[in-house]
């Protein structure tokens, strides 16, 4: 997971970024708004955790540029001082998705972000995916395509969940080492021969392709094109 922390008080952020590295959680941090929505213009990250006052302009105006903008629809968190109802309902005007009252428990943070990325990704509501004559059991890991179990490993189901989360939308290559390794990326160039294996199972017996690369960008999973009436 890869977070946006957007808080001046640099004490504060410092005790935040290394906690949450303790729960394998990465984080790009920005003083200022003027940096926090630069970083969101440039990264994709799976959370924001954004402070409403900050020295330059409002958290509430970084909150509206990054709705109005092509990060419109990435869970933020709002930090505020004040409890007050107002304020909130300020908040949440602007598009923030929760609020948490400074102080508070490091680990209550870490369980919001968490719970705001899940529910964007659809890990709760969605425990079936379904594309075309492709099936996932996303809790019961396994993959059925027209009728037919996939053998798949744990690894090549994880990254078919992905790409099929992310569906039709291009997967970066960046991405995937993320989702599948994290920090720690194998010597050589696992995601190719992962990905290899995934065709093999996902597309060689069947027709239709699914898995599609599309250079230099990524990888996605592509639905059958509407039948024209």
Known sequence: MLILLVEDHRLLAET???YLDTRDIECDYAANGNTGMAFARDNRYDAIVLDVGL???SGLDVCREI???????VPIL???ARNELDDKLIGFEAGADDYLIKPFEQRELVARVQALVKRHRGEWAQSTIEIDDLSLDVNGHRAIRAGQLLRLSPVGFKLLH???R???NVVPRAAMLDALW??????TDALRSHLYNLRRAVDAPFERPMIETVKGVGVRLVPAPATPR
Do not use: H, K, Q, V
Request: net charge negative.
């Open 55 to 57: 020295p330059d302009i």
């Open 166 to 168: 992310e569906s039709p």
């Open 16 to 18: 935040l970024i290394d």
């Open 182 to 187: 994290g920090d720690e990326l194998p010597d």
């Open 67 to 73: 709705r109005s903008s092509g990060m419109r629809d």
């Open 162 to 164: 992905l790409l099929a």
């Open 78 to 80: 709002m930090l505020t």
